[in-house]
């Protein structure tokens, strides 16, 4: 059985996750021709989330505000709304209170966080990551594409060659992250491609990678106990 579009999943942020999207279903979105496959989300029209969204060619969806804001990541095929279109490998960062009307003339699939922005955040940003290049890691083997910052949030692409391990380390405001080739692995196990982590703020791992990987990451987003 599917779920309900709106049905809560993983709602809460002081909680690890971890979900394989290669399992979870399409579920009809409230235009036929977009589809989901729901990650995470609050609940609720308006609310955060974290979502696979596959557009069927020639698809567009209505004009919409974001309130929280919005970013994604293209996978397959092309995203295009006014402000023109986003081949895949692209990445865009809408702030909050923007707005457009997407469509998809050949079809696309794009992963996409909704309502994580904070306000202050007015600029949009939009990087080709297949043109734009790679810097050296904290580590050899380790690369990083910086996407995305804003007050302590940061969001990378990050690849690992084969055979590469990192030190141990907590992460302040926790850390998301998206499989997007390979397999990367932790202590707490192996996580192939497709594979969505999140990890609350100051979880610590010590992660690998034994065949190389290339992963989406977002780190110091996630909130902080009142007690910390």
Same mark, same amino acid.
């Given at each position: ?90 990445? *865009? ?18 992963? *996409? ?6 306000? =202050?955040?007015? /600029? ?6 297949? /043109? ?30 084969? /055979? ?16 997007? /080739? =390979? ?46």
């Amino acid at each position: 059985m599917s779920e309900h579009p709106l049905t809560p999943r993983h709602a809460d942020l002081f909680l690890r996750a971890v979900v394989d999207t290669t399992a979870l279903p399409w579920v009809a979105s409230p235009e036929p021709t977009v589809q989901r496959k729901l990650i995470e989300r609050a609940g609720g029209d308006g609310t955060r989330a974290t979502s696979l969204v596959r557009f069927a060619p020639g698809a567009r969806f209505p004009e919409h505000i974001h309130h929280g804001g919005e970013e994604f990541l293209v996978l397959e095929g092309s995203f295009c709304d006014e402000t023109g279109c986003f081949p895949v490998g692209s990445y *865009v960062r809408n702030p909050p209170g923007s707005r457009h009307a997407p469509s998809a003339p050949d079809g696309c699939v794009i992963f *996409v966080k909704l309502h994580h922005l904070p306000d =202050g955040e007015t /600029e949009q940003i939009v990087v080709n990551t297949r /043109e734009t290049c790679w810097q050296p890691g904290l580590v050899d083997g380790l690369e990083v594409m910086p996407l995305g910052s804003f007050e302590g949030e940061h969001t990378a692409l990050v690849r690992w060659q084969p /055979e590469t391990y990192f030190q141990p380390h907590h992460h302040f405001g926790g850390e998301e992250i998206f499989v997007l /080739e =390979g397999t990367f692995s932790d202590e707490h196990g192996d996580y192939p491609a497709g594979s969505w982590l999140r990890s609350p703020h100051w979880s610590r791992h010590a992660p690998f990678s034994r065949t190389g990987c290339t992963i989406w990451v977002k780190t110091g987003h996630l909130p902080i106990p009142d007690h910390w």
